[in-house]
T-cell receptor
Framework: AQSVTQLGSHVSVSEGALVLLRCNYSSSVPPYLFWYVQYPNQGLQLLLKYTSAATLVKGINGFEAEFKKSETSFHLTKPSAHMRDAAEYFCAVRFLSGNTPLVFGKGTRLSVIA | GAGVSQSPSNKVTEKGKDVELRCDPISGHTALYWYRQRLGQGLEFLIYFQGNSAPDKSGLPSDRFSAERTGESVSTLTIQRTQQEDSAVYLC???????????????FGEGSRLTVL
């Protein structure tokens, strides 16, 4: 079955520390992959996307993600966390077998400690 | 408009009442989606409209849920005889192209928070 899993519902890092948010998918065909961010009381905003071009994708606000087919992963990273990065992060997948909309993970809430 | 607009932003209702949630997509976007976000959960797909084609209703959780869209404009999500488990944030999104013709990127509204007492 096609699915997307985000490991860790809550991640807490110190300001300036590395951010690593994990996302794995289950599919026999490499899908399109997305990371969205949701700041408090706001809608979801696209951070970055992978659509079968370069496997290392750079997004807004210093975030990047690497598609690893062998690991069926698309983890989100940022070298140095800032207070303004505190938000909910969602991994989303567009599976290419069928006419299906985006499937979202359950989200990871990132807290940044001063 | 400049972005996806949803109303109301907050709705508190009593169990058993009907509610209507409205979504105004980005002008020119042919595809419109409704998702539900319950506390601590990911986004749950509800329904997808593409132009004048029959909508994909595969995500609607029960026959109490329905949605309409007129052409490529406003959509209304209706929940009849609301239950407490319907409490959630209902998110609307739009995209420029249909699913198969695009990478799938969606543009989201800020959501309508529904609380059923």
């Amino acid at each position: 079955a096609q699915s997307v899993t985000q490991l860790g519902s809550h991640v807490s890092v110190s300001e300036g520390a590395l951010v690593l948010l994990r996302c794995n998918y289950s599919s026999s065909v490499p899908p399109y992959l997305f990371w969205y961010v949701q700041y408090p009381n706001q809608g979801l905003q696209l951070l970055l996307k992978y659509t079968s071009a370069a496997t290392l994708v750079k997004g807004i606000n210093g975030f990047e993600a690497e598609f690893k087919k062998s690991e069926t992963s698309f983890h989100l990273t940022k070298p140095s966390a800032h207070m303004r990065d505190a938000a909910e992060y969602f991994c989303a997948v567009r599976f290419l077998s069928g006419n299906t909309p985006l499937v979202f993970g359950k989200g990871t809430r990132l807290s940044v400690i001063a | 408009g400049a972005g996806v607009s949803q109303s109301p932003s907050n709705k508190v209702t009593e169990k058993g009442k009907d509610v209507e949630l409205r979504c105004d997509p980005i002008s020119g976007h042919t595809a419109l989606y409704w998702y539900r976000q319950r506390l601590g959960q990911g986004l749950e797909f509800l329904i997808y409209f593409q132009g004048n084609s029959a909508p994909d209703k595969s995500g609607l959780p029960s026959d109490r849920f329905s949605a309409e869209r007129t052409g490529e404009s406003v959509s209304t999500l209706t929940i009849q005889r609301t239950q407490q488990e319907d409490s959630a944030v209902y998110l609307c999104a739009s995209s420029l192209a249909p699913i198969l013709a695009s990478t799938g990127e969606l543009f989201f509204g800020e959501g309508s928070r529904l609380t059923v007492l």
